[in-house]
């Protein structure tokens, strides 16, 4: 059941990010981050932050990998070093990882997906 959810969840986003709905300038990069220090305590916290990131969403968290694993809109965030740095200076004590060369559709099935949301463009907010 759990990997059924994970791999609608999958080609759902990958359908939204597909539709017209979006600008044509609009268009979405994968970020994995990983969280070395996160634990129980924080991982709300840490959660939070990255929702409230406008241009973010957030696919699926790996808890034995502890990676977060996203969604982000380019034309609002320039590159998935700024998400890192945002996250660092909120949690001083936090220390962030990029991984490079991990695909986030070879790392979904193992991890707790998040309800997929389409990355909004300014003009379909404004509606």
Known sequence: MKIRLLIFSILAFTILLKKDCYSQNTSAKELVLGIPTINSKNFVEIQSALTSIDGL??????????LFL???DDQKIKS??????????????????????A????????????PTKALETKNEREQ
């Open 57 to 66: 969403v957030l696919l699926a968290y790996c808890d034995y990998l502890k």
């Open 70 to 72: 996203i969604a982000f």
């Open 80 to 101: 998935g070093e700024i998400i890192a740095k945002q996250i660092e200076n909120n949690f001083p004590n936090t220390k962030t990882e990029i991984k490079i060369g």
């Open 103 to 114: 695909p986030i559709s070879r790392l979904i099935k193992d991890c707790t997906a998040y």
